[in-house]
Nanobody, 125 residues
Framework: VQLQASGGGLAQAGGSLRLSCAPS????????VGWFRQAPGKEREFVAA????????YYADSVKGQFTISRDNAKNTVYLQMNSLKPEDTAVYYC???????????????????WGQGTLVTVSS
C-alpha cells in the first residue's frame, strides 16, 4: 500500500488545516491509520490514530481537543482536522497504515506497516 498525504501548507497561528491520507491504489478500509509528525531536529512523534471502522480513536495529549482524526471509507480517505494551530505544530506530518492493529500500541511507529511520504505543515506566529 502506497500512501499519499496531502493538505499541508502554511497557516497562521490560530488557523486550521485539514490533512488527507489516501492510498495511491487499492482499498484502505481494512487498515487502521495513524498520523505522526516530525519537527525539525526532533524525533517523530505520534499524533492520532483511528481504527479501520472509525469506531476507535487515539490522540496524543498534546493535540487532544485541538485535532480530530476521522475517515470516510467510501472515499478511501483518512483526515486529520487541525484547529487552533500553534507554531509548535510545525512539522512534517506522516500517515501510516496498519494491517493488524493493536490499540495499545497505536501510538508506536513499529505498529504500522506502510508509510506515506509526509506533508509539511508550517504555522507562523
Amino acid at each position: 500500500v502506497q500512501l499519499q498525504a496531502s493538505g499541508g501548507g502554511l497557516a497562521q497561528a490560530g488557523g486550521s488545516l485539514r490533512l488527507s491520507c489516501a492510498p495511491s491504489e487499492g482499498s484502505f478500509s481494512s487498515y487502521s491509520v495513524g498520523w505522526f509528525r516530525q519537527a525539525p531536529g526532533k524525533e517523530r512523534e505520534f499524533v492520532a490514530a483511528i481504527s479501520w471502522s472509525g469506531g476507535i480513536t487515539y490522540y496524543a495529549d498534546s493535540v487532544k481537543g485541538q485535532f480530530t482524526i476521522s475517515r470516510d471509507n467510501a472515499k478511501n480517505t483518512v483526515y486529520l482536522q487541525m484547529n487552533s494551530l500553534k507554531p509548535e505544530d510545525t512539522a512534517v506530518y506522516y500517515c501510516a497504515a496498519a494491517r493488524n492493529w493493536r490499540g495499545d500500541y497505536a501510538h508506536t511507529a513499529p505498529e504500522y506497516d506502510y508509510w506515506g511520504q509526509g506533508t509539511l505543515v508550517t504555522v507562523s506566529s
